[in-house]
T-cell receptor
Framework: GIQVEQSPPDLILQEGANSTLRCNFSDSVNNLQWFHQNPWGQLINLFYIPSGTKQNGRLSATTVATERYSLLYISSSQTTDSGVYFC???????????FGPGTSLSVIP | SAVISQKPSRDICQRGTSLTIQCQVD?????MFWYRQQPGQSLTLIATANQGSEATYESGFVIDKFPISRPNLTFSTLTVSNMSPEDSSIYLC?????????????FGQGTRLTVV
């Protein structure tokens, strides 16, 4: 099955700093999503991005499908950005979604 | 997109008891998915629930421990049976929508279970 790696596993940022999170897939995927899990456990959809670049406020994501990786950019980080960021993908619509191990982000004032 | 309502949002249960988690979706879906997230870990798929048939369980998960019901196209329940402290986790239900070969997953808010 598809293997998903994420880096870094943990990240501590000063409020206002920028960061880049990376996700690598062992095989090509037709679906790639980024999620933010807040401290209460809720998974929030950030981006559906099988390829290309998308931006939403301070967050943006880029997926290079041919090289099987995706990047999540967080600019001007805020304490509310803290939590765990997961990337996830699946190969076809009949497959299960495979999650990466996550990046735990702490933004300190 | 989808609105997925999951309840309870959290519970503290005694070992040896069972808890049933409900998941309601605001539109009809063929498959509903149940995930477990153990403390500090990523999400692991427990089973896929299709309406009108038995759920399909992933390796390491069995029906006796995690019975699932799927009575219609918008609702499913997951029961965690004969609980032990090792079952303390977040349980999430999920649906996937496919449009023109693009499949996107959506999740309920999760049920945080603590077994004492």
């Amino acid at each position: 099955g598809i293997q998903v790696e994420q880096s870094p596993p943990d990240l501590i940022l000063q409020e206002g700093a920028n960061s880049t999170l990376r996700c690598n897939f062992s095989d090509s995927v037709n679906n790639l999503q980024w999620f933010h899990q807040n401290p209460w456990g809720q998974l929030i959809n950030l981006f559906y991005i099988p390829s290309g670049t998308k931006q939403n406020g301070r967050l943006s994501a880029t997926t290079v499908a041919t090289e099987r990786y995706s990047l999540l950019y967080i600019s001007s980080s805020q304490t509310t950005d803290s939590g765990v960021y997961f990337c996830a993908g699946l190969k076809t619509s009949y497959d299960k979604v495979i999650f990466g191990p996550g990046t735990s982000l702490s933004v300190i004032p | 997109s989808a609105v997925i309502s999951q309840k309870p949002s959290r519970d503290i249960c005694q070992r040896g008891t069972s808890l049933t988690i409900q998941c309601q979706v605001d539109s009809q879906v063929t498959m509903m998915f149940w995930y477990r997230q153990q403390p500090g870990q990523s999400l692991t798929l427990i089973a896929t629930a299709n309406q009108g048939s038995e759920a399909t369980y992933e390796s390491g998960f069995v029906i006796d421990k995690f019975p699932i019901s799927r009575p219609n196209l918008t609702f499913s329940t997951l029961t965690v049976s004969n609980m032990s402290p090792e079952d303390s986790s977040i349980y999430l239900c999920s649906v996937q929508f496919t449009v023109a070969m693009n499949t996107e997953a959506f999740f309920g808010q999760g049920t945080r279970l603590t077994v004492v």
